[in-house]
């Protein structure tokens, strides 16, 4: 099992453009977590996502940012037209969703770095 | 609000010396804690949660309702403790992954 994929590991943005943060998550596990984790911060919660719903978005911010989770394929973190304040590292997570509370499975992270 | 402190940044000791990482939090209703560990170049991994009790590596933290304290002890730490450490928080809204992390300590165990 290889654990969940995220990818790129890395990503360059200049100011404006979009960026797409993609995520596996374990084999059989069907609840994706997007966290974002800023420089010298905690991680911070996202977006909660079954398979084509969004189950929690309350730490989503109101504009530019989305998620999806498709029937089929990666869930997607999508941020349009970034700005410098996005620059962090986002990690998804996922469970099968009859683990115990709290037992999250997490990606290696996505670096966003905007110039 | 609820939330994790994490007051040390960093903390470092010596091979076999006692170790405890300082965890406090606010939280209004009964809460789940737990510490997660990222070991170099390694992914966060759940370490141990207060529900089970258990000990894991040698590690265990106790739930302190009193002082609202959740801090991770062990009594002779090893080099291969040396990791960054996150308290978290099992939150509100109904998501099970919904969790409130600290900023992290950094453990640096020195031989």
């Known amino acids: 099992n290889a654990g969940v994929m995220q990818n790129p590991r890395h990503l360059v943005r200049r100011r404006g453009q979009e960026a797409r943060l993609r995520c596996s998550p374990m084999?059989?596990?069907?609840?994706v977590y997007w966290y974002r984790q800023l420089p010298e911060e905690g991680l911070k919660f996202m977006v909660y996502l079954q398979k084509e719903n969004i189950i929690d978005e309350s730490g989503m911010p109101k504009e530019r940012f989305s998620a999806e989770f498709p029937k089929e394929g990666p869930s997607i973190l999508r941020i349009q037209q970034v700005v410098r304040g996005d620059s962090a590292a986002y990690f998804c997570?996922?469970?099968?969703?009859?683990?115990?509370?709290?037992?999250?499975?997490f990606g290696e992270g996505s670096r966003l770095t905007v110039l | 609000a609820q939330r994790v402190t994490q007051p040390e940044k960093l903390l470092s000791v010596f091979k076999g010396a006692p170790v405890e990482l300082k965890c406090n939090y606010s939280?209004?209703?009964?809460?789940?804690l737990f510490w997660y560990v990222q070991y170099s170049r390694q992914r966060l991994q759940l370490l141990l949660r207060?529900?089970s009790r258990e000990s894991i590596k040698g590690f265990t933290a106790d739930l302190n309702k009193g002082e609202t304290s959740f801090h991770l002890k062990k009594p002779f730490a090893q080099e291969e403790d040396s990791a960054m450490y996150y308290c978290?928080?099992?939150?509100?809204?109904?998501?099970?992954?919904?969790?409130?992390f600290g900023k992290g300590t950094k453990l640096s165990v020195k031989p």
């Open positions: 997570a996922s469970t099968s969703g009859t683990a115990n509370t709290g037992e999250l499975f």
């Open positions: 978290a928080l099992s939150g509100h809204g109904g998501s099970q992954g919904n969790l409130i």
């Open positions: 939280y209004s209703g009964s809460p789940e």
């Open positions: 207060h529900i």
């Open positions: 084999k059989g596990h069907s609840h």
